[in-house]
């Protein structure tokens, strides 16, 4: 039927779309993004164990993480500053460890390691740690739910 | 007098390619942000590793998680279930606070099992006030390592 007319004129439908408040959500979402903005330094896809005691990781923490069995239980290391390296043996989280505590003693570690990962080398990592004289560590987890339960 | 023909200033900003640069920022923030996890169970180690804590079989509750993928647990040598291990270790606790508490996890056990008993552990506080025990937490969670354990039984002359 085409337009409604009002005394026989036709009502003129504006074109354009209105867009003004377009710009506030653009600045907005970016703000967000860029106070929100943190630059993942392992990105070691796991499945975290579930817990209900969680607390805060410090930020720029070092990281090791264990990768699923399925995936042979690699594990990478990181100051925490820069992107994950995989290490080979024990030795070298040793190694690694002791270089970080040597610079900052009091720095704290987080071990982020599938939930599915034999104990054998999470251990093994624990050890490692310890041998280095590391202080705090953290084990990443997600946050448990009745429904996980 | 020649009248000079004044140029025309556009008083409008360009904003066409505003929405272009700000959605290119949006998505680039977006793709690259890390929404990851950044909370966990802590733990702090004892500060020099060299002296190990003098441990003592009957002097320490000992929670051992069984090999294998469904969370079995054995608390003094015997089967117990999860939900029994806190009321177990609080009664235990009553009659001696300081008792540590070592968690010792078979090499073939899951480590999502270990944190399911060691978050169970950390639980104590607020379990221990519902159950009514008169006790507020557990003083001392260790979780040896095995060269740790194996270090040990070599000193109590085990091995």
């Known amino acids: 039927m085409g337009m409604k007319s009002i005394r026989g004129r036709q009502r003129k439908v504006s074109g354009e779309v209105f867009t003004t408040s377009m710009a506030d959500i653009v600045f907005l979402l970016i703000i967000f993004f860029i106070l ?4 993942e330094v392992d990105r070691t896809q796991v499945q975290l164990p579930r817990s209900w005691v969680r607390t805060d990781v410090p930020a720029k923490s070092a990281v090791v993480s264990i990768s699923a069995p399925a995936e042979g239980h690699v594990i990478r290391v990181s100051t925490g500053e820069e992107i994950s390296l995989p290490v080979n043996t024990d030795e070298e989280i040793v190694t690694f460890a002791s270089n970080v505590v040597a610079q900052d003693p009091s720095k704290e570690f987080v071990v982020k390691a599938d939930a599915r990962a034999r104990y054998e080398r999470v251990d093994a990592v624990l050890d490692a740690l310890k041998q280095a004289k590391v202080r705090t560590i953290f084990l990443l987890s997600e946050q448990k739910t009745v429904d996980s339960e | 007098m020649k009248k000079s023909k004044k140029k025309i200033v556009d008083p409008f900003i360009f904003t066409g ?25 802590d733990f702090a180690l004892p500060e020099e590793s060299q002296n190990l804590p003098e441990i003592q079989q009957e002097e320490s509750i000992d929670v051992f998680v069984m090999p294998g993928e ?83 039984w070599s000193m109590l002359g085990v091995v």
């Open chain 1, 36 to 39: 929100t903005y943190t630059t």
């Open chain 2, 17 to 41: 390619s505003m929405a272009d640069v700000s959605f290119l920022l949006i998505i680039y923030f977006m793709v690259t942000s890390a929404f990851s996890a950044t909370r966990g169970l």
């Open chain 2, 70 to 152: 469904d969370l079995q647990l054995q608390v003094d040598g015997k089967p117990l279930p999860l939900e029994e291990l806190l009321p177990y270790v609080g009664a235990k606790l009553r009659d001696n606070p300081s008792k540590p508490v070592i968690l010792r996890t078979d090499p073939e056990g899951t480590y999502g099992n270990m944190i399911s008993v060691f978050d169970e552990l950390r639980r104590a506080p607020e379990r221990f006030k519902e159950l009514g025990l008169g006790i507020d937490n557990i003083e001392t969670i260790s979780i040896p390592t095995r060269r740790e354990i194996e270090n040990i």
